[in-house]
């Protein structure tokens, strides 16, 4: 098995006296693509909150690269983590340019402002990202599927180990989720590892080599799209019919969800 | 790169701005010559050169400087382009602080210090309450907001309260303060309030990155490496010293806080480290010009430069906002 960069070690979260982790372990090794997917309220904001640093377990602890989290900084974190959550936002009008550079924060010099060596690494990244023409533009004035590639953006100038997802792409049109899945397998392809909660299942399925099923609070099922996204599996979970065909194209499991109207009574 | 270029012209403009508004102020109705010929000697005009004009052009330039470089920084950390200065409740703080010791006579034990001590007390005062009743909700934005508006007028309430005791008298002078004056102040304090407020608007033009990156919301700062808490408390204790002081050297002078940055964000981008120093240059010169105004408009009676800059700023905001939809 490959070198582990996350553990989980019976990590539990309570808020306001609600469990919403309950004692998970799990570990994610290098170069993983794992997809957490689960009803509403099972946990999967919690869980990328926890394994980023945002929020500390109040029982057992989360480790990376065989450290606990607590003993790293903020920066220090920074420099190997990026994380999108689900909703990023701010007030101000930022060229594409300068938003993208506040992920060289990590890495930059302290003082007054950022190098050419930092603006170097932004043009480069909109080249891969594919977003060289949103140049000079300013986020507000962007599609909601630009945007999303800009924020992807930011959190790729941190140059990080590991990349965590919350729901990216859960308010963009087809195209724009197939095209952001597309940038991010070749990126794991290229070594990075990525951890993302979906709401998509089928998506899970296509694109994650590694599917973790929550449910309040709990692994359910954990392994590769094929073992977890059985209709047994979801049936109990979702507590929704579902039918579980298999993929033409590439053979993987994908889900159709079955309306009341279809089913017969008893 | 034409948008450095761009960037750097309207900088420069700023700063002959700038410069014209304090030889504007230096030498209005006498004219530059005067200005020159009269500097070194001591009588007439270089007299009032040196008592008056000059010191009253360094308050200006100091107190409209910060207001300004005040204004970018709480707006980001609030999240909300429409805080100011007096956004955490320090007019209300403040003025209490002028209207206490005006009832209690401290004019007369304290000279010239009794109303910048006590207004700068107050305004600390309603800071130090707006900050331990936001700790307990981390420091969330809409809540300091909430809490700096509510803070605000209980301490106005007080004040009102305090104004139904005095005698008309002694409310003019008090009055003219809370409106933003210039003219008030003790030449003795220039000397002490040039590194008082430099330092601070110092250490603030160097946090432009971390400004722009607390500006995408706590939990994302967090994750490019800024630790909010840590910023959160020394960035609003700052400015709101720098509040404090300008409220305890020239009263209560809204929109230059609200106004300044907003118009200069709109010509040189979102960027702080830059908006900084440009709100900066742009505070100082709208206060100076301002107050060049309040002298001069109605002369011989001077207008309270906060009455000029309310006009003036309410006017250009509103103008801004109809013109943009």
């Given at each position: 098995m490959e070198k582990s960069l996350f553990s989980a070690n019976h990590v539990v979260f309570c808020y306001n006296h609600h469990t919403a982790i309950d004692d998970i372990t799990f570990t994610v090794g290098q170069g993983e693509f794992v997809g957490v997917i689960g009803p509403n309220g099972a946990g999967k904001s919690t869980i990328i909150r926890l394994l980023a640093g945002f929020l500390r377990p109040s029982k057992g602890f989360v480790a990376f690269s065989g450290r606990n989290l607590d003993e790293y900084d903020r920066r220090e974190l920074a420099q190997n983590i990026a994380t999108l959550p689900q909703a990023t936002d701010t007030p101000f009008s930022f060229t594409v340019e300068e938003f993208i550079l506040m992920g060289r924060y990590p890495h930059a010099q302290k003082g007054f402002l950022y190098g050419k060596k930092e603006g170097e690494f932004v043009v480069d990244i909109m080249e891969t990202m594919e977003i060289?023409?949103?140049?000079?533009?300013?986020?507000?004035?962007?599609s909601e599927g630009e945007r999303q590639k800009v924020f992807l953006s930011q959190c790729l100038a941190q140059d990080p180990k590991a990349l965590l997802l919350d729901e990216p792409v859960s308010h963009l049109d087809i195209r724009h989720q197939i095209q952001t899945f597309d940038v991010l397998e070749k990126l794991h392809n290229e070594g990075l590892t990525i951890i993302m909660v979906l709401h998509d299942l089928n998506l899970a399925s296509e694109f994650c080599s590694r599917v973790i099923l929550l449910s309040k609070g709990r692994i359910h099922s954990d392994g590769d799209p094929r073992s977890v996204l059985t209709f047994q599996n979801i049936e109990k979970v979702y507590d929704t019919v579902v039918i579980v065909k298999e993929n033409p194209l590439s053979g993987k499991p994908f889900v159709v969800p079955v309306s009341k109207k279809y089913l017969k009574k008893e | 790169m034409n948008r450095k270029r761009k960037n750097a012209v309207i900088l420069a403009s700023l700063v002959c701005l700038l410069i014209i508004s304090i030889l504007l102020s230096l030498g209005?109705?006498?004219?530059l010559g005067a200005v020159f010929c009269s500097l070194f000697t001591n009588e007439g005009f270089g007299l009032i050169l040196r008592k008056i004009r000059i010191p009253r052009t360094i308050i200006a330039f100091l107190v409209g400087g910060s207001l300004g470089v005040c204004g970018v920084t709480l707006q980001s950390i609030l999240r909300n382009p429409l805080a100011e200065p007096y956004t955490l409740g320090i007019a209300g703080g403040a003025s209490f602080g002028i209207a206490l010791s005006t009832i209690m006579g401290l004019q007369q034990v304290l000279g010239a210090f009794a109303n910048p001590l006590l207004g700068f007390g107050g305004a600390m005062l309603s800071v130090a309450i707006v900050f331990a009743l936001s700790k307990k909700r981390s420091f969330d934005p809409n809540s300091m907001i909430l809490f700096g508006i509510v803070v605000s007028l209980v301490f106005s309430s007080f004040v009102f309260f305090l104004f139904s005791l005095l005698d008309p008298d002694k409310m003019q002078t008090t009055l003219m303060w809370l409106m933003g004056d210039l003219s008030n102040l003790d030449i003795a304090f220039i000397p002490i309030y040039i590194p008082m407020f430099l330092i601070p608007t110092s250490i603030l033009f160097f946090f432009g990155k971390e400004l722009d990156i607390l500006s995408l919301g706590r939990e994302k700062a967090q994750y490019l490496g800024v630790n909010p808490p840590r910023f959160y408390k020394g960035l609003f204790l700052i400015a709101s010293l720098l509040a404090g002081l300008c409220v305890s050297a020239s009263g209560i002078i809204g929109f230059v806080g609200l106004i300044v940055p907003h118009i200069l964000r709109s010509l040189l981008g979102a960027g702080h480290t830059i908006l900084l120093i440009a709100s900066y240059i742009g505070g100082a010169f709208f206060l100076i010009l301002s107050d060049v105004f309040s002298r001069y408009l109605l002369y011989p009676v001077e207008l309270p430069v906060g009455v000029v800059t309310g006009i003036l700023g309410g006017f250009i905001l509103l103008f801004l906002l109809v013109r943009r939809q």
């Amino acid at each position: 098995m490959e070198k582990s960069l996350f553990s989980a070690n019976h990590v539990v979260f309570c808020y306001n006296h609600h469990t919403a982790i309950d004692d998970i372990t799990f570990t994610v090794g290098q170069g993983e693509f794992v997809g957490v997917i689960g009803p509403n309220g099972a946990g999967k904001s919690t869980i990328i909150r926890l394994l980023a640093g945002f929020l500390r377990p109040s029982k057992g602890f989360v480790a990376f690269s065989g450290r606990n989290l607590d003993e790293y900084d903020r920066r220090e974190l920074a420099q190997n983590i990026a994380t999108l959550p689900q909703a990023t936002d701010t007030p101000f009008s930022f060229t594409v340019e300068e938003f993208i550079l506040m992920g060289r924060y990590p890495h930059a010099q302290k003082g007054f402002l950022y190098g050419k060596k930092e603006g170097e690494f932004v043009v480069d990244i909109m080249e891969t990202m594919e977003i060289s023409r949103l140049h000079g533009r300013r986020i507000d004035n962007l599609s909601e599927g630009e945007r999303q590639k800009v924020f992807l953006s930011q959190c790729l100038a941190q140059d990080p180990k590991a990349l965590l997802l919350d729901e990216p792409v859960s308010h963009l049109d087809i195209r724009h989720q197939i095209q952001t899945f597309d940038v991010l397998e070749k990126l794991h392809n290229e070594g990075l590892t990525i951890i993302m909660v979906l709401h998509d299942l089928n998506l899970a399925s296509e694109f994650c080599s590694r599917v973790i099923l929550l449910s309040k609070g709990r692994i359910h099922s954990d392994g590769d799209p094929r073992s977890v996204l059985t209709f047994q599996n979801i049936e109990k979970v979702y507590d929704t019919v579902v039918i579980v065909k298999e993929n033409p194209l590439s053979g993987k499991p994908f889900v159709v969800p079955v309306s009341k109207k279809y089913l017969k009574k008893e | 790169m034409n948008r450095k270029r761009k960037n750097a012209v309207i900088l420069a403009s700023l700063v002959c701005l700038l410069i014209i508004s304090i030889l504007l102020s230096l030498g209005y109705g006498k004219g530059l010559g005067a200005v020159f010929c009269s500097l070194f000697t001591n009588e007439g005009f270089g007299l009032i050169l040196r008592k008056i004009r000059i010191p009253r052009t360094i308050i200006a330039f100091l107190v409209g400087g910060s207001l300004g470089v005040c204004g970018v920084t709480l707006q980001s950390i609030l999240r909300n382009p429409l805080a100011e200065p007096y956004t955490l409740g320090i007019a209300g703080g403040a003025s209490f602080g002028i209207a206490l010791s005006t009832i209690m006579g401290l004019q007369q034990v304290l000279g010239a210090f009794a109303n910048p001590l006590l207004g700068f007390g107050g305004a600390m005062l309603s800071v130090a309450i707006v900050f331990a009743l936001s700790k307990k909700r981390s420091f969330d934005p809409n809540s300091m907001i909430l809490f700096g508006i509510v803070v605000s007028l209980v301490f106005s309430s007080f004040v009102f309260f305090l104004f139904s005791l005095l005698d008309p008298d002694k409310m003019q002078t008090t009055l003219m303060w809370l409106m933003g004056d210039l003219s008030n102040l003790d030449i003795a304090f220039i000397p002490i309030y040039i590194p008082m407020f430099l330092i601070p608007t110092s250490i603030l033009f160097f946090f432009g990155k971390e400004l722009d990156i607390l500006s995408l919301g706590r939990e994302k700062a967090q994750y490019l490496g800024v630790n909010p808490p840590r910023f959160y408390k020394g960035l609003f204790l700052i400015a709101s010293l720098l509040a404090g002081l300008c409220v305890s050297a020239s009263g209560i002078i809204g929109f230059v806080g609200l106004i300044v940055p907003h118009i200069l964000r709109s010509l040189l981008g979102a960027g702080h480290t830059i908006l900084l120093i440009a709100s900066y240059i742009g505070g100082a010169f709208f206060l100076i010009l301002s107050d060049v105004f309040s002298r001069y408009l109605l002369y011989p009676v001077e207008l309270p430069v906060g009455v000029v800059t309310g006009i003036l700023g309410g006017f250009i905001l509103l103008f801004l906002l109809v013109r943009r939809q």
